[in-house]
């Protein structure tokens, strides 16, 4: 019995501190990664929008944000497919940006930057593409801002929760039932920032 509650406890304390990490370290957002079949169909919507785009004389590189990278794999899926996109992990757990620079550096890509920081302070004015996979009570404010600084025709992908503040997804697509480990992702939401 002395065994158990040893198991116990110890359970208990563990909890208790990714608990705290996760208030005070990342702002009360748990760090879950976008599953291996999102990851792949993301980096494929944002190859597919690069193409879309084109390249025009003297146009600056196709921008991609990731608000909350995290340990940096969806941002690594992006820069493997869109290697002439300049990809951006923006995240605020410190421990998860030191990791995703470690892995960056590992596989070599060069387009990929990590900045460590809050995503309400970091300017989306000039990005072409963020994508996130965020707790459900940031898709109000997160809304609010992108749709202040965003530029017209910017796309927008999120994982599981549909944003807020007045957006309306153009495109949802289901969780095909591969599995991943991890909690089940049901769904993606795409918006396209238009005109004011």
């Known amino acids: 019995m002395d065994l158990i509650n040893e198991i116990l406890s110890w359970i208990c304390l563990i ?6 990490h996760v208030l005070l370290v990342n702002k009360g957002n748990p760090n879950i990664p976008t599953g291996a079949p999102f990851r792949r ?26 608000m909350g990278a995290g ?5 690594r899926a992006i820069a493997r497919a869109v ?8 995240e605020f757990s410190p421990v998860a940006v030191l990791t995703a620079r470690v ?23 000039g ?39 007045g957006w309306g997804p153009y495109k949802e697509i289901e969780d095909d039932g591969e599995r991943a480990l991890g909690p089940r992702q049901p769904k993606l939401y795409l918006y396209r920032k238009e005109t004011p």
């Open 127 to 165: 990005v072409d593409a963020v994508v996130m996979y965020l707790a459900h009570h940031e898709m109000e404010r997160m809304g609010q801002k992108l749709k202040k600084e965003l530029p017209a025709g910017a796309l927008i992908v999120l994982n599981t929760f549909p944003l807020k503040a």
């Open 103 to 125: 892995m960056a550096f590992l596989t070599g890509f060069k387009n990929l930057t990590y900045v460590r920081g809050d995503f309400y302070a970091f300017d989306t004015g």
């Open 71 to 75: 340990n940096g794999k969806l941002t």
């Open 15 to 20: 909890s208790l501190l990714c608990y705290g």
């Open 83 to 90: 290697p002439d996109a300049r990809v951006i992990g923006l």
């Open 41 to 66: 169909k993301i980096a494929e919507i944002v190859k597919a929008e690069t193409e879309n785009r084109g390249k025009k004389d003297g146009a600056q590189t196709f921008t991609v944000v990731d």
